[in-house]
């Protein structure tokens, strides 16, 4: 059973960074592409960045990599806002829909807290 364990949240001031990481327990995740999402209080969750794709809200100061020889995947932010405030969830795609659905992800790990102050 493929589990994902996130860590790297925290508290920041705005205008600083993260790095989030997504550790695999399995090398198998390596074939899928890999997604971040995130649920702020009150809202939906929502989906971040999967491979090369962010979305506008993220775009130019998030990016994702992966290490495959540790079998994890990381999201740097940088110029954190407070509007980033969630907590924030990897996911294994493994269906073929959308992306930015969290329909087309079976795996997800436990979300990680990040939280920007003004």
């Known amino acids: 059973q493929l589990q994902l364990v996130e860590s790297g949240g925290g508290l920041v001031q705005a205008?600083?960074?993260l790095r989030l990481?997504?550790?695999?327990?399995?090398?198998t995740?390596?074939?899928y592409n890999m997604g971040w999402f995130r649920q702020a209080p009150?809202?939906?969750?929502?989906?971040?960045?999967?491979?090369?794709y962010y979305t506008d809200s993220v775009k130019g100061r998030f990016t994702i990599s992966r290490d495959h020889t540790k079998n994890t995947v990381y999201l740097q932010m940088n110029s954190l806002k407070p509007e980033?405030?969630?907590v924030y969830y990897c996911a294994v795609k493994t269906r073929s829909g959308s992306f930015y659905?969290?329909?087309s992800y079976d795996y997800w790990g436990q979300g990680t807290q990040v939280t920007v102050s003004s």
Request: glycine residues 14%; charged residues 25%; proline residues 0%.
């Open 42 to 52: 009150g809202k939906e969750r929502e989906w971040v960045a999967t491979s090369t």
């Open 21 to 27: 990481s997504c550790a695999a327990s399995t090398r």
């Open 15 to 17: 205008g600083g960074s």
């Open 101 to 103: 659905d969290s329909g």
């Open 84 to 86: 980033d405030t969630a």
């Open 29 to 31: 995740f390596s074939t």
